[in-house]
């Protein structure tokens, strides 16, 4: 079994930055392409940011370019996402999810690609 852990999540002004960290053990997680979502009150879960299991690509969403970037320390485990010039919009739970991947430089956005999820982290933006 594979458990994916976020962490780093709070109370930021709009304009602010805040890093999210989500640490996955259980199974190599050099092999994990990793996914960031996340889930506002009254709305779906939506595809955030994604990162292949090499490092080599990732993908964002439209909202979230320039903002955001994800990246990926596999001697540790763990993968980042730091969130720059934060908005109100950006307020919702943030979900980690892994992929356990065969191509290396895939960059699933589709919920249902990824096989393991976290228990979420909440992000509050004021404004």
């Known amino acids: 079994q594979v458990q994916v852990v976020e962490s780093g999540g709070g109370l930021v002004q709009a304009g602010g930055p805040l890093r999210l960290s989500c640490a996955a053990s259980g199974r190599t997680f050099s092999y994990f392409a990793m996914g960031w979502f996340r889930q506002a009150p009254g709305k779906e879960r939506e595809f955030v940011a994604g990162?292949?299991?090499?490092?080599?690509?990732?993908d964002y969403a439209d909202s979230v370019k320039g903002r955001f970037t994800i990246s990926r320390d596999n001697a540790k485990n763990t993968v980042y996402l730091q969130m720059n010039t934060l908005k109100p919009e950006d307020t919702a739970v943030y979900y980690c999810?892994?992929?356990?991947?065969?191509?290396?430089?895939?960059?699933?956005?589709?919920?249902?690609?990824?096989?393991?999820w976290g228990q979420g982290t909440q992000v509050t933006v004021s404004s």
């Open positions: 990162i292949s299991w090499s490092g080599s690509k990732t």
């Open positions: 999810a892994a992929d356990v991947a065969v191509n290396p430089v895939a960059v699933p956005t589709s919920q249902r690609d990824y096989d393991f």
